[in-house]
């Protein structure tokens, strides 16, 4: 991951593919906006990439949540680097969140990783791989709120640097109007995508670590 990000951020987008893209294509065409979800697999900053290079002439930006670097240089690169045609993204912060809500409402695209441990208030435990993990409760407060479509997406590295490709599959059943259970359903999906390749889930996530202060 370390070794790409370089490219993807700075350099020419590198060969895509795609497996699937009917998850996609129908979600779009639904015009009830799409909540695109993808855990820490694969290549995660390539689905961003990849959505907006397809789909952003005929629907609209993707809007990409972002936890803003603590470094100050840093910030800035990855700024300038994520600021790609079709693409627009927003910090996690209350403005960042009325801005999805926003982009879904207006029948455009969302995506996000609900795999990221959020701050201390802003989630809740529940179990992920059989083990109790602060879990995000955004992704589904989103989809609950706007009525969007859930499609899952992760990006498959290829062999010997020749490229990625895309795989898409809608949600498969309706979110819970309670959001305990909608959460827990989401990382149950994850668990799911995971499961089709462990071989490039970055393990070593801290995904099951105390919320840091808010």
């Not at 403005?95 to 207006?106: D, E, F, N, T, W």
């Not at 455009?108 to 791989?129: C, I, K, S």
């Not at 995508?193 to 970055?202: H, R, S, V």
């Amino acid at each position: 991951m370390s070794a790409e990000l370089p490219r993807l951020w700075l350099g020419a987008l590198p060969h895509l593919e795609w497996a699937d893209d009917r998850a996609a294509q129908e979600a779009y065409a639904s015009g009830q906006g799409v909540l695109f979800l993808t855990p820490h697999l694969g290549c995660f900053e390539i689905t961003a990439q990849a959505l907006a290079l397809r789909f952003s002439g005929q629907y609209g930006p993707l809007t990409v949540l972002y936890r803003p670097a603590r470094h100050a240089g840093l910030a800035e690169v990855m700024d300038l680097a994520r600021q790609r045609p079709g693409l627009e993204t927003v910090p996690t912060t209350l403005s960042g969140v009325r801005q999805m809500i926003k982009a879904l409402r207006a029948g455009q695209a969302v995506g996000l990783l609900p795999d990221q441990v959020p701050p201390e208030g802003m989630g809740q435990w529940a179990p992920f791989f059989g083990k109790p993990a602060y879990t995000m409760t955004l992704a589904a407060r989103l989809a609950l709120q706007t009525g969007a479509r859930v499609v899952l997406i992760w990006g498959e590295r290829l062999s010997w640097g020749r490229g990625y490709r895309l795989h898409t599959q809608p949600l498969g059943y309706a979110l819970s109007d309670d959001l305990d259970t909608a959460v827990v359903q989401i990382n149950q999906a994850m668990e799911g995508l995971i499961g089709q390749c462990p071989a490039q889930y970055i393990w070593g996530y801290a995904r099951y670590k105390k919320p840091r202060k808010s």
